[in-house]
């Protein structure tokens, strides 16, 4: 039967106002936790959702199931909309779920520095105005053997001011295969636009040569650069220019060269087994004049663009009014600044969890998946340890994979047990592969692995109570 809801019986009307609904003891109650504010909202966001439901049928509902389902709604949106997850899918650099998780010191840092004030920008020894940029710098060359280092938001923000700074209304000479997108549909080629460089494409998609670069230099060029395709892979019939030629061809000829290395790893990661990723050190031994990398990549920190090279470019960028609208507040440097403390006291690998989570064997994450599917199995949750493959992720090192052991759950509905995981507190995201759930241990930090088993556990019963259903 439709509801005639042009008629003065409409039953839309018969639902309370939002007024009589905050009057209900359990709203008067969580107004005077939450604030009238949010309550006033919940409430609203109740009765337009009753208004929906009575437009295409149904009963009136009473006004206590209507008192809770806005008190459901409130606890939601008092709950935001950004919190932590666990993180079982293997891809240890994961780019929707925040990339690196920071270390502990890194995360004291950002503490000691939010709880009050600090010297972000003044000279404790002199008393006056200082610098935000000194805090990293000197690490950021004591790492990478640059002379001078500027810190801004991200790494695209880096690209986007070395090339508005260098080259604005000049050339930049850039290998077609390193056209690359990065994520969020960011072009490589489109940064260059924006920041009013002339782009010149050289070589082929597959093969670009060092006499390439030489036959395209000419008055306008101001810069030659290198884009570390990170995300992707070319293989087959293949050449790159190598980047120690590419750098004598542009001193010859007066051009300076920069090197957008993207993940920015101050490790070897062929240590790892894995394929080598080009090297922070290693462009600036190179010759390379500036370099540009990502904070929260492989170097395992905040978010954050670091650029590196010789000491008047990187004083040009500084002096860029874009310097000022990419810069970076107190909680970043803090944490950065922490991050890079671990590298040079040798101890990145044992402090810094991307490093952790690489460097940690198959034998040590069998030990911990047995332990989960032990547990598991006392409350009768079928689960047994597979073998798997993590991957670095967060555009680097694309297509290699580290060898992992996986907790693999068996049930007939996998995709369910993965909604009501994550829709846990704290949510947990694995991955479904042959049937199965699979959560890999090389991602879950070691201190959540008791949350971790009671998340699956109330995930479990969950599924049970709506199977009966």
């Known amino acids: 039967m ?52 009575l437009q295409v049928g149904g009963d009136v509902p009473d006004l206590t199931p209507l008192a809770e389902d806005a008190l459901r709604r409130l606890a939601e949106m008092a709950r935001g909309t950004l919190y932590e997850v666990i993180n079982a899918t293997g891809v240890i650099i994961h780019t929707n779920l925040g990339r690196a998780p920071l270390s502990r010191a890194a995360r004291a840092a950002m ?82 636009r924006q920041s009013g460089a002339r782009l010149v494409e050289v070589g082929a998609t597959n093969r670009t040569h060092p006499a390439d670069f030489q036959a395209a230099i ?33 001193h010859a000829a007066g051009v300076e060269v920069m090197d957008d290395l993207g993940s920015g790893s ?22 390379v004049d500036l370099v540009t990398f990502s904070g929260d990549k492989l170097l395992g920190g905040p978010q954050a663009g670091l650029i590196v090279g010789r000491k008047e470019l990187v004083a040009q960028l500084r002096q860029h009014p874009l310097a000022r609208a ?67 992720g967060g555009g680097s090192l694309p297509g290699e994979e580290l060898p992992t052991r996986a907790l693999a759950i068996t049930t007939p509905a996998p995709d369910a047990l993965a909604t009501a995981l994550r829709s846990g507190e704290p949510p947990v995201i694995g991955r479904i592969a042959d049937g199965q759930l699979l959560l890999d241990p090389r991602t879950v930090l070691p201190e959540s692995d008791e949350t971790l088993l009671q998340a699956v556990m109330a995930a479990a019963r969950s599924q049970t109570e709506n199977n009966h259903d």
């Open 266 to 287: 101050l490790l070897d990661t062929s240590r790892y087994g894995l394929a080598p990723e080009p090297m922070v050190q290693q462009s600036v031994a190179a010759g």
């Open 326 to 392: 990419l810069r970076v507040d107190k909680s970043t440097l803090a944490a950065l600044q922490a991050t890079l403390l671990h590298y040079v006291r040798g101890e990145a690998e044992r402090e810094v969890p991307v490093w952790q989570m690489i460097a940690t064997p198959p034998d040590a994450l069998a030990a911990r998946a047995a332990d989960w599917a032990a547990a598991l199995h006392k409350v009768g949750i079928p689960a047994t340890v597979v073998a798997a493959f993590s991957t670095v």
């Open 2 to 53: 439709v509801n005639d809801l042009s008629a003065a019986g409409d039953p839309r009307r018969q639902l309370p106002s939002v007024d009589r609904l905050l009057a209900h003891e359990v709203l008067q109650a969580a107004m005077a936790e939450h604030g009238r504010a949010l309550t006033v909202e919940a409430a609203r966001a109740t009765l337009t959702a009753a208004r929906a439901a």
């Open 111 to 192: 503490d000691a520095v939010a709880r009050g004030y600090s010297n972000l920008e003044y000279d404790l020894e002199a008393g006056t105005r200082g610098s935000r940029y000194l805090h990293a710098e000197g690490l950021l060359c004591t790492l990478s053997g640059a002379e001078a280092a500027l810190v801004v938001n991200n790494n695209a923000g880096a690209v986007f001011l070395a090339l508005s700074a260098l080259a604005r209304g000049r050339e930049v000479i850039i290998s077609r295969g390193q056209l690359v997108e990065i994520g969020g549909g960011f072009r490589i080629p489109d940064v260059l």
């Open 218 to 250: 000419g008055p306008e060029t101001a810069l030659l650069l290198r884009a570390h395709p990170s995300n992707f892979r070319v293989i087959g019939f293949t050449a790159e220019a190598p980047l120690a030629e590419m750098v004598a061809l542009g």
